[in-house]
């Protein structure tokens, strides 16, 4: 269903304007997460672009799954990332 309407709003404004919201939504919480680590703003948002990027790019371009060990394998990574507060 995510590919759809990836798909849709690419040519539709509202849908675009929908699924912006659906991922603003989770980015935040995410950042939240992140940030509670310890990692300054500028980190944080580069952190969640990386996990969004991945799964994003799975779903639309590769179609490779999105599975349980992924997402670990996702979190042990972004939790491995060097920031001011975790050389």
């Known amino acids: 269903m995510l590919r759809a309407i990836l798909a849709d709003a690419q040519r539709d404004r509202q849908v675009a304007d929908l699924l912006a919201e659906f991922v603003a939504v989770r980015r935040s919480a995410l950042a939240r997460i992140l940030a509670r680590d310890g990692a300054n703003s500028g980190d944080v948002d580069l952190l969640v672009d990386q996990a969004f990027g991945v799964l994003w790019y799975r779903l639309a371009v590769t179609r490779a799954p999105l599975s ?20």
């Open 68 to 87: 349980a060990d992924l997402a670990d394998r996702l979190a042990d990574s972004l939790c491995a990332a060097p920031t001011p507060a975790n050389p």
